[in-house]
């Protein structure tokens, strides 16, 4: 395991090597030639780990070994703790590659993903009833994969077969039983279970050999009321290279869409992830971290495990606003590039759902004069814009406007945290 380690550290940045990979450990104990368990001290390193490495440790393994195996990444202790009830379960976890700590209880809901959330927990309480195939879709980094496993978890409990697999590990089980002429094999696994649920299913695109297979496994499954459900990062009838017969059944069922997440839920999450871990943030803290970094879950995730590291090493008793700036300085990231004021213009607009031209239109409804007098407090504080070049712009009067409009936000932002940490993630999208 030491050997396959010191290969991946060179691979790998020496922050993530240090940070992430030096927490884990190998479980002898619960490991075998097919299947390696590492132990993380804790649910967001194992999370993380398992994310970003674990295909990277099982193709090192493959180099090495010649055998492929499973990376479990689990928190350290839990085994024992879970011998005797969850014992079933945890072997089928293991079976299924589920990630346990992965349930609907765990996962943060808002306005962005409440859809999303409602129909899998539907889809996990009622077997092919009504939603089958059931696709999940979104951008990278904002719980699809976690959805997935809490309608597996789900089902786990109450003794269905699961099965949980990503595409690409779908693709080399479908070649590795082709080399060995044991197609049969591969077709009562994936076709006797009552679960089948696949991780990024638009890499099966330009395909056709596994396509084909799929294709009859599909209608398989369908016709005996067995339960599909898929995540991709785009919607069935975007993904090229993809069999049209299989597009028109992926849509035949309910299309789920995740959009990333609005401040609140950010914040939200946050708020989860630091309990989960044990990190004690104030809200000022807190605000500062969800305005300032991206929408993707798992970069959130990567924050918190680096903040928790950082207090680890220095000790630090009290956490300050510039303590988080220098430890997150990578993730916040300062554009050099000039800002236009279309951008400014149009970032603002679809913040307060109007139209850009609203903005620069004479209306004096409040929630367009709100906009518009943000829109100037940005283009002052990210372009070299002057007063008077301003005014002239939005057809006022004179530059004292634009500094009254000035002095108005920046009140606001004084005086309303909730307000500044609205500019602060506005500010973020333009840059």
């Given at each position: 395991m030491n050997q396959i380690l010191l290969q991946l550290k060179d691979e790998i940045t020496t922050f993530e090597f240090e940070n992430y990979i030096n927490q884990i450990t190998y479980n002898e104990k619960y490991s075998r030639e097919d299947r390696i368990v590492l132990n993380a001290p804790n649910v967001l390193i194992a999370s993380w780990v398992k994310t970003k490495y674990a295909d990277k440790i099982a193709h090192l393994f493959e180099i090495n070994n010649g055998l492929k195996p499973e990376i479990i990444v689990e928190v350290a202790n839990s085994n024992k703790k879970k011998?005797?009830?969850?014992?079933?379960?945890?072997?089928?976890?293991?079976?299924?590659?589920?990630?346990?700590?992965?349930?609907?209880?765990?996962?943060?809901?808002?306005?962005?993903?409440?859809?999303?959330?409602?129909?899998?927990?539907?889809?996990?309480?009622?077997?092919?009833?009504?939603?089958?195939?059931?696709?999940?879709?979104?951008?990278?980094?904002?719980g699809k994969t976690h959805l997935l496993n809490a309608i597996g978890n789900a089902n786990i409990l109450v003794g269905k077969n699961v099965i949980y697999t990503t595409s690409e590990q779908f693709l080399n089980d479908f070649l590795l039983h082709i080399r060995n002429n044991t197609m049969e094999r591969f077709r009562e696994k994936y076709r006797a279970c009552d679960y089948l649920l696949i991780d990024d299913i638009q890499f099966l695109s330009g395909k056709e050999q596994i396509q084909e297979e799929f294709f009859h496994t599909f209608n398989e499954l369908k016709e005996n009321n067995k339960q599909i459900v898929l995540t991709s990062d785009r919607p069935p009838k975007d993904m090229k290279g993809l069999e049209e017969r299989l597009k028109t059944r992926f849509t035949s069922g309910l299309l789920a869409d995740i959009q990333p997440p609005e401040l609140e839920t950010k914040i939200n999450i946050i708020r989860a992830k630091c309990e989960l871990d044990r990190i004690h943030l104030d809200d000022t803290i807190i605000?500062?971290?969800?305005?300032?970094?991206?929408?993707?879950?798992?970069?959130?995730e990567g924050v918190l495990v680096k903040l928790s590291f950082s207090m680890n090493v220095t000790n630090i008793q009290e956490i300050s606003l510039d303590f988080i700036k220098d430890v997150l300085k990578e993730y916040i990231k300062e554009s050099k590039e000039n800002v236009s004021m279309d951008k400014i213009i149009d970032t603002v607009a679809k913040y307060y759902n109007l139209k850009p031209s609203d903005i620069k239109s004479k209306n004096r409804s409040k929630?367009?004069?709100?906009?518009?007098?943000?829109?100037?407090?940005?283009?002052?504080?990210?372009?070299?814009?002057?007063?008077?070049?301003?005014?002239n712009f939005f057809g006022m009067k004179d530059h004292s406007t634009v500094s009254k409009a000035m002095k108005s936000i920046q009140d606001e932002i004084n005086n309303n945290a909730n307000f500044k940490t609205i500019i602060e993630e506005i500010k973020n999208k333009i840059k």
């Open positions: 011998e005797n009830k969850s014992n079933v379960r945890n072997k089928q976890n293991r079976t299924t590659n589920l990630n346990p700590s992965f349930t609907f209880d765990s996962f943060v809901v808002g306005n962005s993903n409440t859809f999303a959330v409602n129909v899998a927990k539907a889809v996990a309480q009622n077997q092919s009833i009504k939603y089958n195939p059931l696709v999940i879709y979104g951008n990278t980094g904002l605000h500062f971290i969800a305005a300032n970094i991206n929408d993707n879950i798992r970069e959130i929630n367009i004069v709100i906009a518009r007098k943000i829109v100037i407090y940005l283009a002052r504080t990210l372009t070299p814009n002057s007063m008077p070049y301003l005014a």
